[in-house]
């Protein structure tokens, strides 16, 4: 069963740019959608963006001027790096695959366990 | 303000089937398939229903998915105290041209 682990640092001061690392272990990461979601304290969901092993990338617009998710297939790994973070960036941020084909259609599955990240000074 | 319209909460009893409604529109629920996650206490989210209504392994059958135009229902069955959690649906919005979930239903078993 493919795993995904989420690190990074837990706090991170405002204006800088929050960078967490996605681990992917027992699996491919070919043909997937690698995706961020994230989860502000006590709220629900919100889609921060993917990137398609085969390179193309789309980003919630209300992030788009501020993120980028990268892909590295030889190190199994996932990037989000967010710019210019405020406290409203305060979220456990989730790493999760997207399968089923289309980028419209795709489910998330599995999930990571999740990284708290709190921005503040 | 979530784009997918959720019941804040909803309750039942042991053995009681309860339905969680999901609302949309043309340019999200109305063109695409709806997915639905369940979040355990303290836990990450996971897959509970995809493409409407087609279950993971490990789901059992008292979950069932449903669409009608630009709305999803997930109904389940048998209810159990298991199943409290968070229950979260998610659709591609072409408008917005991102995925977008639910604010979320927390079901209480009393």
């Known amino acids: 069963q493919v795993q995904l682990l989420e690190s990074g640092p837990g706090l991170v001061r405002p204006s800088e740019t929050l960078s967490l690392t996605c681990t992917v272990s027992?699996?491919?990461?070919?043909?997937?959608?690698w995706t961020w979601i994230r989860q502000p304290p006590g709220k629900g969901l919100e889609w921060v963006g993917y990137m398609y092993t085969r390179g193309s990338t789309t980003y919630n617009p209300s992030l788009k001027s501020r993120v980028t998710i990268s892909v590295d297939t030889s190190k199994n790994q996932v990037s989000l790096n967010l710019r210019s973070v405020t406290a409203a960036d305060t979220a456990v941020y989730y790493c999760?695959?997207?399968?089923?084909?289309?980028?419209?259609?795709?489910?998330?599955?599995?999930w990571g366990q999740g990284t708290l990240v709190i921005v503040s000074s | 303000q979530s784009v997918l319209t959720q019941p804040p909460s909803v309750s039942g009893t042991p053995g009681q089937t309860v339905t969680i409604s999901c609302s949309g529109s043309?340019?999200?629920?109305?063109?695409?398939?709806v997915h639905w996650y369940q979040q355990l206490p303290g836990t990450a989210p996971r897959l509970l229903m995809y493409?409407?209504?087609q279950r993971p392994s490990g789901v059992p059958d008292r979950f069932a998915g449903s669409k009608s135009v630009t709305s999803a229902s997930l109904a389940i069955s048998g209810l159990r105290s298991e199943d409290e959690s968070d229950f979260y649906c998610a659709a591609w919005d072409d408008s917005l041209n991102a995925w977008v979930f639910g604010g979320g239903t927390k079901l209480t078993v009393l």
């Open positions: 027992r699996g491919s990461m070919r043909d997937y959608y």
């Open positions: 043309s340019s999200n629920i109305g063109g695409h398939t």
């Open positions: 493409t409407g209504g």
């Open positions: 999760a695959r997207g399968r089923g084909g289309s980028p419209s259609e795709h489910w998330f599955d599995p």
